[in-house]
Nanobody
Framework: QVQLVESGGGLVQAGGSLRLSCAAS????????VGWFRQAPGKERDVVAV????????YYADSVKDRFTVSRDNAKNTVYLQMNSLKPEDTAVYYC?????????????????WGQGTQVTVSS
């Protein structure tokens, strides 16, 4: 069993930065891939970035490439999402999710464990 808690969301102006954290409980967290997803009002949940269990492989949605960076610290049971050059269209609730399989794409239906989400609002 893995429990996930996101933090770090907030209100930021366009062009600004935020760092989201996904803290996990459970001593086996290091064997799980972790995905970051986002969902804006009235829209489907979309993948943002995914990182494999060791951090050696990552995947990014085209819309965030070169702006967002996903990383993890397994000693701290935490995965991070550094978001730079934020745009108003990045406004959404951001979720982290964990699964034993490393999915490179928008496979949100496959993830076993989810956090409660954190709101990110980017003003123009």
């Amino acid at each position: 069993q893995v429990q996930l808690v996101e933090s770090g969301g907030g209100l930021v102006q366009a062009g600004g930065s935020l760092r989201l954290s996904c803290a996990a409980s459970g001593r086996t967290f290091s064997i799980y891939a972790v995905g970051w997803f986002r969902q804006a009002p009235g829209k489907e949940r979309d993948v943002v970035a995914v990182i494999n269990w060791s951090g050696s492989s990552t995947y990014y949605a085209d819309s965030v490439k070169d702006r967002f960076t996903v990383s993890r610290d397994n000693a701290k049971n935490t995965v991070y999402l550094q978001m730079n050059s934020l745009k108003p269209e990045d406004t959404a609730v951001y979720y982290c999710a964990a699964d034993r399989t490393y999915y490179r794409g928008n496979y949100y239906q496959e993830y076993d464990y989810w956090g409660q989400g954190t709101q990110v609002t980017v003003s123009s």
